[in-house]
């Protein structure tokens, strides 16, 4: 194990950072910029048991130190994914993290299941918790029961380490996320997007055909901090923190806080080597303080006074 | 075939600017950027910190040591842009996209551009200069305050203008000067066969034409535009009714420009969409189901700032 590793149950990770979702593409997007391979690990984009355009236009708009968007979950389908994505992924070393999305217990199975006969797949993120689909998505995440049924139900469709995205807008996220350790989840990621919405004044309308749209970007980065902190008290499965990093700094407060590792989401639209930077980043400082990756997570509780 | 893209720090060489809401950027790459007409950049001042947050999609004016870009004043991004000195450090990440397809040698290239739409079809026009090639341009505006580099168009292509309110060229929309030009070029160039049947034409009717005359490929046309969405969509329609060929280049508002993050959905006529930064933004416009711009709040903003 290399002195930036850090292992998510039984998952060994090359460095604690991640690609976000839906902010990647399916990492065969980045040949002119970096090397894939380098980063703890990629998070594809949402996979669903059959292609989809997602929604009409406008899916993004930006706002105060964020963005919205509501993508719809547009992707070439799980199937289309292991055929044309997967053995590049798998030649290069990547480590592969493949989020899945789907309206019903049965399509999340069945796609877990089709993921599972692969190699190359390193673990399944279940997205319980996208806010831009009429149907699953984000219902599945606001609720202990139905979260705990949907993860029950993949889990025992594979053995590989399994992920759950957890919303920030579940009543009691803490809650959730204890569900989905019951029921079997290996680590929960936090945070997903908070509905948010913005409107053309001069052509008094909504900017976004969806409405509403997840919000990322610096913006959210106190709030998902804060619900990290909370689900590393709540849970003992690893917690992989996720919003609005750009920085190593940021995503050391996330280390700090008690994330074991970390995605970068929206950093990557406006630097493709985002991610990177902040994988460098986060070798220098532990290289500055003779400490592992591993050493900083949660190191920050132990001087916090209790509640 | 298309130069590797990649994200520069590039300070600010100048700006020159063109009333309050135009302004030229050119930016200092010492090492040459390899950018082709019809490509574009996502520019984003390097010190903006957390806000605005996002790079803005511009289409290239210029490539090589001084690559520059033309924005219009629209939202906080390109009134940071409206006011950066020299020096200011930019992150420059390209060139992007598809640029405009090679023009056709058998036909004479009609350049149709609308207000800030201009920057692209500039960089073909120039190019087409070098090579020999005398386009016509026909570009629109509101006024003569919203002709950003008319003169230079003028320098390199056949110039002809139209603003709404008269005050520099014709009177009305860009749209009907390409009409008129059209209806010309077609009537010149349509032998027997032709797309819409017998018609008479310049006083003659078809059979007075010999029937071995096919169309001189000086009187075939095509045409490349840039412009806001309701422009670009009655282009296209004149071209595809005269069965002219027509390459759009699409400006829609994106966060990444480089095919992740799928902001940038552009509706097709076989159902679906395509990505404007990665499928286009230089795309043959008969593709393109215009209709549903309409529906789209903020298609019409100059390069997606919001």
Known sequence: MSADAVKIGSLELKNPVLTASGTFGYGLEYDDFFDVARLGGIC??????????????????????????AIGLANVGVEAFCRDKLPTLRARGVTVVANIFASTVEDFVVIAERLDAENGVHAIELNVSCPNVTHGGIEFGKDPTLAAQVTAAVRRATRLPLWVKMSPEAGDIAEVARACEASGADAVTAINTIRGMALDVEGMKMRLANRTGGMSGPALRPIALRIVWELAEAVSIPVIGIGGIYTARDALEFLLAGASAIQVGTANFSDPCAALRVADGIHDFCARHALAPADLIGRARRAASPA | MNARRRLMIARLARRESIGDAYHVLYFDVPDGLEGRAGQFLMVRGAEWGDAPLLPRPMSLLTSGAAPSILIKVFGEG????ARTEPGEPFALLGPLGLPWRAPDAERRPILVAGGVGVAPLLFLARELA????RALSLYGGRSARDLPLADELARVSELEVATEDGSRGERGRVTELLERHLSSASAASRGPGGTEGPTRTQGRTQTERPLAAKAAPSDAVEVFTCGPDRMMARVAQLCAERGVPCEASLETPMACGYGVCLGCPVPLNAGGYLYACTAGPCVDARRIDWRSGEHAPNRASPAGDP
């Open chain 1, 44 to 69: 594809t984009k949402g996979l669903s048991r059959h292609p989809r355009a997602g929604n009409p236009p406008e899916r993004i708009c930006e706002t105060p130190a964020g963005m919205l968007n």
């Open chain 2, 78 to 81: 390109t009134l940071r842009m």
């Open chain 2, 130 to 133: 070098e090579r020999g090639v």
